[in-house]
């Protein structure tokens, strides 16, 4: 079983920047693919970045050219830096760890990412 911990959220103006983390321990930590969603208030869980074994990586338009997945394999760790923020980026954002195919894996308890004027 993989335990998966995000941190890094927090309370950004406009414009701003937040560097989100997630590391994950246990068995098959490694993973396959790993990836962060986000849920804003009262909206449904979407996926904002994904990156596989092969360095593949996907963006939700949304968040092309302003957010970066990237991955420090020695130390089974994922991270978002996101750069001007939005408001409509206010939301839960949850990293993903998939440890077989068809999406088998694990997820973290989330970080509050608010973005305010």
């Known amino acids: 079983q993989v335990q998966v911990v995000e941190s890094g959220g927090g309370l950004v103006q406009p414009g701003g920047s937040l560097k989100l983390s997630c590391t994950a321990s246990?068995?098959?930590?490694?993973?396959?693919?790993w990836a962060w969603y986000r849920q804003g208030p009262e909206k449904e869980r979407e996926l904002v970045a994904g990156?596989?074994?092969?360095?593949?990586?996907r963006y939700a338009d949304s968040v092309k050219g302003r957010f970066t997945i990237s991955r420090n394999a020695a130390k089974n760790t994922v991270t978002l830096q996101m750069n001007n923020l939005r408001p409509e980026d206010t939301a839960v954002y949850y990293c993903k760890v998939v440890i077989a195919s068809g999406g088998i894996g694990s997820w973290g308890q989330g970080t509050q990412v608010t973005v305010f004027s």
């Open positions: 990156l596989v074994s092969n360095g593949s990586t």
């Open positions: 246990g068995n098959r930590a490694s993973g396959i693919a």
